[in-house]
């Protein structure tokens, strides 16, 4: 690991359900790993985060709890997520962080409780000034969307916990709808799947694997297989079955019909001037959903817009909180007001 001297310096964070991003000022991402803590069931007493944590997930004994510290793109566990944030950047900083100004991005459905707790995480891990950006603006302005100008653009970020769509102009968000419906419930919904059909148990890591191996939202011209395993709920024997891509995309239609139907929704809301530019420019997709095969395909069918998967779409919030973070001045409206209590 090579160690960034953040003493005195400035971060910008993806605070996500499935991965946090951290953003060090001039210097760029310099973390990316799975927001997962792993730890002593009785000492509470850390062993791993992040990708080390990941591993452990399913596999720990009863001395060992794995936890996910944020549940549909907001703190659940407010403890784990300011230890977590601490580790983090304690990977890419030998001296304790005393940042003046650490940028977070949020999603923009994000009640003033939860903000107070992203907030006060932040600040217990040694920031003394906290900036929130809602993730689909962070998103547009990762991805390079000019959001100054009057013209409207449409970003949907699909992450771990919530899909964010948005119609943006004039550096503010003019409507919006935070879905809690996302990677996370495409995840569950294999599971679901293959528990009522199959009677097989999977585990999240190996639903995981398979939405991102072979989970697609339209018919693909030569359909994907793959070989799963899990445990037999009637025996309780472990066992092996061959599935497809025709078969996951069952199990994932009903999720992806909501986000589409939340894309909708907000374009219903959309003032006629700004539909009729979202209808030139399209949908900006990011987001780790944006990467589910055919995607852009049925959105685009569904509702007859162009859509376009934004380059590295994973990246996309952490790169634009970072962009805030380097010119806070120039992106101060689209701080959340409601940062100072």
Known sequence: MEFFNIFNNEIAIDLGTANTLVYVRNKGVVINEPSIVAVHRRSNKLLAIGKEAKEMMGRTHDEIVTIRPLKDGVIADFEMTELMLQEFIRKVSPARFMGKRVVVGVPSGITMVEQRAVRDSAEHAGAKEVYLVAEPMAAAIGVGIDIGESRGNMIMDIGGGTAEIAVIALSGIVCDISIRIAGDELTRAIVQYFRIQHNLLLGDQTAEDIKITIGSAVPLPKELTMEIKGRDIVSGIPRTLMTDSAEVRKALNDPI???????????????????????????????????????????????????????????????????????????????LKAKKY
């Open 257 to 335: 019909t909501k986000i589409i139907e939340g894309t909708k929704s907000t374009l219903e809301r959309t003032p006629p001037e700004l539909a009729s530019d979202i209808l030139d420019r399209g949908i900006v997709l990011t987001g780790g959903g944006a990467l589910i095969k055919g995607l852009d395909e049925r959105i685009k069918k569904e509702t007859g817009l162009p859509v376009i998967v934004a380059e590295d779409p994973l990246t996309a919030v952490v790169r634009g909180v970072g962009r805030v973070l380097e010119n806070l001045s120039m992106y101060e409206q689209v701080i």
